[in-house]
């Protein structure tokens, strides 16, 4: 008010009556995951406030940032956890996610630890509808953190008929074009089911024209829900991928996904089986979200021990883009 004088053009409105229930500033900001570049990745909001909100708010919150995923934030149910987190994309609520589990375990650290100036290695477990996901966060002084999860669950295969023409339709490919090597069409889960569709090469995969309502009617149904396409191929744009992805759901709301770690975690029990991995350690990276501007990486780790997979984990960095607040 600085130069208004109390009886000025400002003053002249007095104090405004306001009715009914005050809305709660409820902070939120956005992060950009996996990549350590802004306006690159998979954006992510992250409701810090996110007690006392009815499921039927989050999802019009989810609906409003109109974002792959957006996490509410709540106090855990036991107490040795960091968080709850209820994660939502535009059409529905999921029971894990991996770039909101990333994306949430590098703004908490960095909400409550970023400012300090020592270099930081951390751990905690966040609650999510899944089961406990167990987290690490790095965080060094002037760079991206870095958090990687364990599976909250090993992936399983599960066998349903696929019709191979429908799928390739939706793809606007040749049904000769689906497979590479061993790899076939599978449905896989590690909490989120997908359809894994691997595909001959990178020019199929990149030049592929995704049709919503072809997929409706060839995809099927998986607990309860339409499977979502996670179309594959081995190598990369990146010349250190060792597998070029892209993700497509319209049972999520989400036309295409900038970068999907529930659905690398389902990959890593197709890579096991069809590559048929010996005992021992396996790194891989994951590339994402190339066509649509948005490169994402998703490194993942597989650790396989009497042909199957004793453990796995997912990681990636993650960067602050935009922070505000919520008046609800």
Known sequence: MNGVAPGGPLGQFGAIEIKGEVPLARRYCIYDVFTDKKLSGNPLAVIFDGDSLADEAMQEIAREMNLSETVFIQPSTNAAYAARLRIFTPGRELPFAGHPTVGT?????????????????????????????????????????????????????????????GIADALSVKASHIGFENHVASIWSAGVPFLMIPLHNLATVQNLEFDPSLWVKAAPFVEGSLASAYVYCRGGVHHQAKFHARMFSPDMGISEDPATGAAVAALSGAIRHFDALPDGHHPVLVEQGVEIGRSSFIYLHIDVKDAEIARARIGGQAVKLAEGTLDL
């Not at 960095?110 to 089961?131: F, H, I, K, S």
């Open 105 to 165: 375990a590098v703004a908490l650290a960095e909400r409550d630890y970023g400012a300090r100036e020592a270099n930081m290695d951390l751990v905690c477990v966040l609650e999510e509808n899944v089961g406990p996901v167990r987290c690490a966060v790095r965080l060094r002084k002037g760079e991206a953190g870095f958090a990687e999860f364990d599976l909250p669950r090993k992936p399983a295969r599960i066998d349903l008929p696929l019709d191979r023409q």
